[in-house]
């Protein structure tokens, strides 16, 4: 089994930048793909950016591509989510997943496990 604790949410004005982390516990992180979802009221649950398992491999939804980056480091089992320029269309809760099923994806059905997600809230 897989334990993924994010942090970083918050309050921040447009323009201002957050950055996201996940903790994954587990013996093989190096092993999954890993993603950021968001859902914000009403709204569909969407992935806004996904990275393989070495990090070779990433993906942006176009709503974030240029602001937002995503990386990893396997050495602390840790995912991170850069966000820039943040709007307030960006206000969501954002939910870290991985997937011991597939090594890139950017299909919520492909992940496996979920994080419970932190909340951020960009103000005008």
């Known amino acids: 089994q897989v334990q993924l604790v994010e942090s970083g949410g918050g309050l921040v004005q447009a323009g201002g930048s957050l950055r996201l982390s996940c903790a994954a516990s587990?013996?093989?992180?190096?092993?999954?793909?890993m993603g950021w979802f968001r859902q914000a009221p009403g709204k569909e649950r969407e992935c806004v950016a996904a990275?393989?398992?070495?990090?070779?491999?990433?993906y942006y939804a176009d709503s974030v591509k240029g602001r937002f980056t995503i990386s990893r480091d396997n050495a602390k089992n840790t995912v991170y989510l850069q966000m820039n320029r943040l709007k307030p269309e960006d206000t969501a809760v954002y939910y870290c997943?991985?997937?011991?099923?597939?090594?890139?994806?950017?299909?919520?059905?492909?992940?496996?496990?979920w994080g419970q997600g932190t909340q951020v809230t960009v103000s005008s």
């Open positions: 997943a991985a997937s011991t099923r597939v090594i890139f994806s950017t299909n919520e059905y492909e992940y496996n496990y």
């Open positions: 587990g013996r093989t992180f190096g092993s999954y793909a």
């Open positions: 990275i393989s398992r070495s990090g070779g491999n990433t």
